[in-house]
């Protein structure tokens, strides 16, 4: 927590409080307040280095300094309201996974263009479209009928 303080203290000399309070608007730290993992990303940010931004608008982050390794390069998703592992890229993967210290535009950069396809996330368990539900499932629109079954009563012994 005292990290945190000493960052947040850190912005505001080096940018000014009225740029500091913009660039938190601007970055999206409203949207903090109903998400917890959205704030820790945010604060986790502070002083940290931008390292590339991806096609879909993912944000890669390193900081060297202070921080434990093999937790020190992190992603902030740019669907905010729903995020999973399967919307990063593979050229972006290797590097947040520490497979290789080449960043994901420069594995693109590498990469020859007759090989390979364009990623696209995994939609499995997104939309009711693509996920499987049983036949008692309450969103299965085949849903059985439970209400022919009564449940069993003891008989009273006197």
């Not at 970055?27 to 959205?38: A, I, K, S």
Request: hydrophobic share 30%; net charge positive.
């Amino acid at each position: 927590m005292a990290s945190v303080v000493k960052n947040v203290l850190k912005g505001i000399r080096e940018r000014g409080l009225v740029n500091f309070a913009r660039e938190l608007r601007e970055e999206g730290f409203l949207n903090c307040l109903t998400d917890g993992n959205l704030l820790q990303t945010k604060i986790h940010n502070i002083g940290a280095t931008l390292v590339g931004v991806d096609k879909f608008g993912n944000k890669y982050y390193q900081k060297l300094e202070g921080t434990q390794y093999g937790r020190h390069r992190w992603v902030e998703y740019a669907a905010k309201d729903r995020y999973n592992a399967s919307q990063v890229p593979a050229e972006w993967h290797g590097w947040l996974h520490f497979i290789t210290d080449h960043t994901g535009d420069e594995l693109l950069m590498l990469k020859p263009k007759r090989y390979g396809l364009d990623h696209k996330e995994n939609f499995s368990g997104e939309g009711d479209e693509y996920i499987y539900h049983s036949k008692g499932h309450t969103l299965n629109p085949g849903q059985r009928d439970w209400t022919r079954y009564q449940s069993w009563q003891p008989t009273k012994t006197q």
